[in-house]
């Protein structure tokens, strides 16, 4: 093989960027609502490469920490003085 050979296929082995089917197993989720996700703009950045879809790893552990919750209480929570706004705000 040659120089470039070589250093094109050591590029691919560590490269920082994953298929729909790698990112969704990396943030824990099936392809298909990864794809839901990408379809409707909810779901992390990605790029296109050409005619493929790919996702770069820090873009989806920005997401992942954007979505982090501390308990579903809080969540719970959260909802409850939101609502409880809305009521005092049309009194």
Known sequence: MNVDTDRAAAAKNSSPFLTTGQAAFYVGLSPRTLER???????????????????????????????????????????HSKSQHEVDARD
Do not use: C, N, Q
């Open 37 to 79: 996700m990408r379809w409707g703009s909810t779901g992390p950045r990605f790029r296109r490469h050409g005619r493929y879809v790919r996702y770069h790893i820090v873009d989806l552990e920005e997401w992942s920490a954007e979505h982090e919750e501390r308990t579903s209480r809080h969540r719970a929570k959260d909802a």
